[in-house]
């Protein structure tokens, strides 16, 4: 490999904040909430011009119950917008399931009214790029943006990145996945007769047996050998908050490494070109897609995970699902047992940072339910009031009294059961 090395440059520290939060997707956002509310002085820093991640840019609009803490909040919140909808589920798989629908352009303007509301500091159109470290402790990033490179130090900082940037450019440890989960790049479909549709194939999830004889028929050209098995041909779909729209997954794309650029780029050109595809196909020759049309795809092809930080403790699935760990932080449901404790929040070997969302310390198999929007927002309300508790009593993360923390999320109405 050729490489070139780059002049000494003085970098410009242009902010000093109390919690700085790396990245606003529904984690940071309830990180920067809460630690707001606990009395410090916070900053937000996201790489696009708006919030939610995942949520509003990858198109993840059908979500679980919302009924414990910060999400009864939100949920209250959307409900209040008429954004917050049951919608018909996603099918064969999961006929029995509710689903929650809601209006992404909503939770972009609420979230953002929250912080506002909190007055935390925002610095959107940023991009994180180095943590700044000091005998194990993080003092803040290194940012560049449209005005260059700059340091914006912090006493506290919160990796809410979704794929652990900030802790794993300070050094923490960390898990990949050997079996990479596939990446989908979901759209939203407007103008579906919805009744017609239901009239022929009975439940959205058939639509992937249609799809899937279609190809095998050679009447559409989508690549079922980049399919995982499961998810394959990638397509459900579900009625939305507004009449005649639905959310399509499309295009699960297996292999891809959501940390490498090259290979992101490559899912973005396949997704895409199945999304029009399927769209058209669909189109042609389903009895209430004549007049539907792709409203809009997602910003970014949806990556599920990445890097897990590695915490003095990593639970397995049956463990979050069943434990009742006694640094419990997060309770996402009020109605199901599954809990999230302090030691995954707080990373290894590095002082003065905390990972929420989905890059939290756990195995793999936990994902499934970790990554989940309600737990993203809980593990967020739990470390950010845990940042300013922590400044509060002039102690590290890791030397914090849990229960002291506890009382507060439930002061809060986090409800531990
Ligand atoms: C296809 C798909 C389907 C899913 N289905 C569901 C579902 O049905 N229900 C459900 O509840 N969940 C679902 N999920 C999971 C869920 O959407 C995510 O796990 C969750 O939204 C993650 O939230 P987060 O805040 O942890 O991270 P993210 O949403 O990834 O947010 C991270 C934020 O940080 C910003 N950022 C990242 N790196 C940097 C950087 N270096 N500099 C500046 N900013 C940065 C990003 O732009 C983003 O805004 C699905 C996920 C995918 C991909």
Known sequence: MQWITEAETRTPVVENTDVLVCGGGVAGVAAATCAARNGAKVMLIERYGFLGGLATAGLVITLGPMNNGINNEIRKTLESSKSYLKCSNLGEATETATLIAVDPEILKYELMGMLLRQ???????????????????????????????????????????????????????????????????????????????????????????????????????????????????????????????????????????????????????????????????????????EDARIEYTATQVGVRETR?????????????????????????????????????????????????????????????????????????????TAAALALKEGVSPRELNVALLQENLMAQGVDFG
């Open 119 to 289: 007055n935390v500091k925002l610095l959107l159109h940023t991009y994180i790029v180095r943590t700044i470290v000091e005998n194990g402790s993080c003092q803040g990033v290194i940012v560049e943006n449209k005005a260059g490179r700059a340091a914006i130090l912090a006493r506290t900082t919160v990796d809410a990145t979704g794929d652990g940037d900030v802790a794993a450019s300070a050094g923490a440890p960390y898990e990949t996945a050997e079996d990479l989960l596939p990446v989908t790049l979901m759209f939203n479909m407007a103008e579906v007769d919805i009744d017609r549709v239901m009239s022929q194939i009975g439940n959205w999830g058939k639509l992937r047996r249609v799809v899937k004889e279609a190809v095998e028929r050679g009447d559409l050209p989508f690549d079922l050998d980049l399919q995982p098995s499961g998810y394959a041909p990638g397509v459900f779909a579900a009625n939305l908050c507004y009449p005649r729209e639905i959310n399509v997954w499309s295009g699960s794309l297996r292999g891809i490494n959501g940390l490498d650029p090259a290979q992101l780029t490559r899912a973005e050109v396949i997704t895409r070109e199945h999304a029009m595809r399927l769209a058209a196909f669909l189109k042609a020759n389903l009895a209430g897609f």
């Open 308 to 384: 897990r930080i590695v915490g003095e403790i990593m639970p397995s699935f049956n463990e979050v699902m069943t434990q009742r760990f006694s640094d419990t932080v997060a309770k996402p449901y009020a109605d199901r047992e599954m809990r999230v404790p302090y030691r995954s929040i707080v990373p290894k070997d590095v002082d003065n940072l905390f990972v929420v969302g989905r890059c939290i310390s756990a195995k793999q198999d936990a994902m499934v339910q970790l990554r989940i929007i309600p737990v993203c927002f809980a593990t967020g309300q739990a470390a950010g």
